[in-house]
T-cell receptor, first 113, second 114 residues
Framework: EPEVTQTPSHQVTQMGQEVILRCVPISNHLYFYWYRQILGQKVEFLVS????????KSEIFDDQFSVERPDGSNFTLKIRSTKLEDSAMYFCASRPQGADGYTFGSGTRLTVV | KQEVTQIPAALSVPEGENLVLNCSFT??????LQWFRQDPGKGLTSLLLIQSSQREQTSGRLNASLDKSSGRSTLYIAASQPGDSATYLCAVRPWSGNTGKLIFGQGTTLQVKP
């Protein structure tokens, strides 16, 4: 069964540093997403990406965040100048065209110290 | 604004029991609804996807129903096993917009005791 692959599984970073979270979506999927889950809270939508551009972003996704699909296979989330409150599990997901459901990656646990 | 609520927040049952998890949403204009399983510290595994035109979907011991007009979905687990212990998340894809984002409930944490 095709998988969405995320690396690293766990990252610890100093406050103020930049981090890049990486994802390899399923190859024939067209829509890509980042979600996050702060410990004990709901999974929250961050951003959707289609046709090489952002199609929607939440109010959480401010100028601190950016996404990129640099080479047709990887999909990255960059967080500039991390804050303590950015500590969360970050999930990448993808889906094909139409009504089919999502496939999520196993997540990257980001800890900002 | 779409809100998704899951009841109960936690549930503990003895092995072998049949159980029902509930999900409600405030706006009936949805494209589909998806149930996920999340093990502690892990990712989301898709269990069942129900399109807005469907009433239910089944996979093994799992059955999910959808009543769009009343804004409800249920996940029925038959003959529960300790391996079913996990958090179950309900997520709706709103009809509006074309981005397909999901809105999640807070989950029901299930413990099945041997």
């Amino acid at each position: 069964e095709p998988e969405v692959t995320q690396t690293p599984s766990h990252q610890v970073t100093q406050m103020g540093q930049e981090v890049i979270l990486r994802c390899v979506p399923i190859s024939n999927h067209l829509y890509f997403y980042w979600y996050r889950q702060i410990l004990g809270q709901k999974v929250e939508f961050l951003v959707s990406f289609y046709n090489n551009e952002i199609s929607e972003k939440s109010e959480i996704f401010d100028d601190q965040f950016s996404v990129e699909r640099p080479d047709g296979s990887n999909f990255t989330l960059k967080i500039r100048s991390t804050k303590l409150e950015d500590s969360a599990m970050y999930f990448c997901a993808s889906r094909p065209q139409g009504a089919d459901g999502y496939t999520f990656g196993s997540g990257t646990r980001l800890t900002v110290v | 604004k779409q809100e998704v609520t899951q009841i109960p927040a936690a549930l503990s049952v003895p092995e072998g029991e049949n159980l029902v998890l509930n999900c409600s949403f405030t706006d009936s204009a949805i494209y589909n609804l998806q149930w996920f399983r999340q093990d502690p510290g892990k990712g989301l595994t898709s269990l069942l996807l129900i399109q807005s035109s469907q009433r239910e979907q089944t996979s093994g011991r799992l059955n999910a129903s959808l009543d769009k007009s009343s804004g409800r979905s249920t996940l029925y687990i038959a003959a529960s096993q300790p391996g079913d212990s996990a958090t179950y998340l309900c997520a709706v894809r709103p009809w509006s917009g074309n981005t397909g984002k999901l809105i999640f409930g807070q989950g029901t944490t299930l413990q099945v005791k041997p």
